[in-house]
């Protein structure tokens, strides 16, 4: 199973930017499907970002054009680079993944918060 730990959040004015990374262990993160989901207070908890493969990623209409998903199988890690930040992008962001195949996100991280300024 992978350990999943989240860096990178944090307060930023709206405009700004924030660079997510997610730091995995115990894994190859080849083998999974990673994912950004994000909750706000009182909100589920909605899926961000998922990326597939080098070249097939998927991004959340509301944050289309603004964040990108990536990662480096060299280092295991997955990164969220979030620009043009908005205050309804406030929430707890997490890291997922799941292994390729499966239908469920079993693994999880503990989240970063992100908090934008108006």
């Known amino acids: 199973q992978v350990q999943l730990v989240e860096s990178g959040g944090g307060l930023v004015q709206t405009g700004g930017s924030l660079r997510l990374s997610c730091a995995a262990s115990g894994g190859t993160i080849s083998n999974y499907v990673l994912g950004w989901f994000r909750q706000a207070p009182g909100k589920e908890r909605e899926l961000v970002a998922a990326?597939?493969?080098?070249?097939?990623?998927f991004h959340a209409d509301s944050v289309k054009g603004r964040f990108a998903i990536s990662r480096d199988s060299r280092v295991n890690t997955v990164a969220l680079q979030m620009n043009s930040l908005k205050p309804e992008d406030t929430a707890r962001y997490y890291c997922?993944?799941?292994?390729?195949?499966?239908?469920?996100?079993?693994?999880w991280g503990q989240g970063t918060q992100v908090t934008v300024s108006s």
């Open positions: 997922a993944a799941k292994f390729r195949g499966t239908d469920s996100w079993s693994n």
């Open positions: 990326i597939y493969n080098s070249h097939s990623t």
